[in-house]
């Protein structure tokens, strides 16, 4: 008897002296794993424009059916991405992703990402849907904001050539 109290204490005062393994989350967050998926982002150029092209492979590939894409066409005038159509409507439901990511290995142009955020709550099912405006990252330094008038036939291809046209 008295010598499983010994036994238990022993193991009490031995964690005693270990570092605390808890962090003190929201104020304190754990780095993700490299692999980590967490929330979709859509990408832009360097320029600005938007990646994705609204060819909705990546609905297609989604096991959840959890993407929703409408593409439009593009004008010089009005330009949202390269090549001719962008998408005009973008819309993931969290309820149903399952956080795969085959919907970044399907995409043709690396538009959708999934990153390191894990922060994804919401008090009823209308806010579970993200939509385009709220997975678009925002414009980089230097680039410019969608829609962008171009010179006529500068982005005739869906897919540049160039890895960030400027
Ligand atoms: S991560 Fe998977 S389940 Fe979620 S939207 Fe992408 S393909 Fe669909
Ligand atoms: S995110 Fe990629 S796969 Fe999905 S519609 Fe846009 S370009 Fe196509």
Redesign the pocket.
Known sequence: MITEILKGMFTTFKHLLQPPVTIQYPEVKRPVRYRFKGRHE?KRYDNGLEK????????AACPADAIF?EAAENTDDERYSPGERY?RVYEINMLRCIFCGF?ED????E??VLEDNYELSFYDRASAIYTKEMLLVPVPPGGQPTPQKVEPGKYDRAIPEMEDPK
């Open positions: 859509l994705c092209i609204g060819c909705a492979l990546c609905a894409v998408a919907c399907a995409c043709p142009t538009a959708i």
